[in-house]
């Protein structure tokens, strides 16, 4: 697998809370170059962004981010905000206390509902692993794929630890065919790609490799 294939995988990440808007212009600019998936920036660029990029570049926003407990209404008005100032594709957290308190129908409801605003596009539902148990994410696997997200992303990158390759194993084996994996958080490294797409991800969400690259091709 080359690492242009492994590139147009990439949701090119920037959502530090510093980040600025000369920052995110290099990095569409350098999704554009190295043929990532997207970009995936703060909702206060989106506009901005799609302006910039056109129809050269996907842009990916976040919603309920990063601790997902903002209410379902809070989560509807900022995915329809989002999408018409031109995002391709949300990435969603989900209530991750209403999980831990086992109140599926309320995270059934709040993927279905969300789903339902995006239509066409793209849903991506972040379910942060490292704060769950296997059982918990089984559960989230089966709930994802009931409520007919895109789907199912394993970290915000901004919690205790990212994506790991049990993770992304267990959802592979655990999800319905329609739903596809999104490997997000701490992916450093070519080869740790390579293995998150060889394992069952359809999505690396991360900015280093882009990184890696440019800095090769210098």
């Not at 065919?177 to 997000?184: G, L, M, T």
């Amino acid at each position: 697998m080359t690492h242009t294939e492994i590139l147009s995988k990439v949701d090119h990440t920037l959502l530090t809370q510093s980040a600025t808007w000369d920052e995110i212009k290099t990095i569409c600019d350098d999704a554009i170059k190295y043929g990532t998936a997207s970009v995936c920036i703060p909702p206060s660029y989106v506009k901005k962004a799609h302006e910039y990029v056109g129809d050269s570049m996907s842009v990916c926003t976040v919603i309920g981010f990063p601790n997902g407990y903002s209410t379902l209404e809070t989560k509807v008005f900022e995915t329809k905000n989002a999408l018409e100032n031109g995002a391709d594709e949300i990435d969603m957290v989900i209530n991750i206390g209403a999980l831990k308190d086992k109140d599926y129908d309320y995270i059934l409801n709040e993927i279905k509902t969300l789903k339902e605003v995006c239509g066409s596009h793209i849903l991506k539902v972040i379910i942060e692993t490292c704060l769950l148990t296997d059982e918990e994410k089984i559960t989230m696997c089966k709930l994802v794929t009931e409520a007919g997200a895109d789907y199912i992303k394993t970290s915000t990158g901004f919690s205790t630890s990212g994506a790991t390759f049990d993770d992304v194993k267990l959802f592979a084996e655990n999800v319905g065919p329609d739903v596809k994996i999104k490997a997000a958080g701490g992916i450093s490294s070519f080869d740790d790609g390579k293995t998150f797409i060889n394992l069952g991800a359809s999505r690396l969400g991360t900015s280093r490799l882009v990184k890696i690259e440019k800095t090769q091709s210098k």
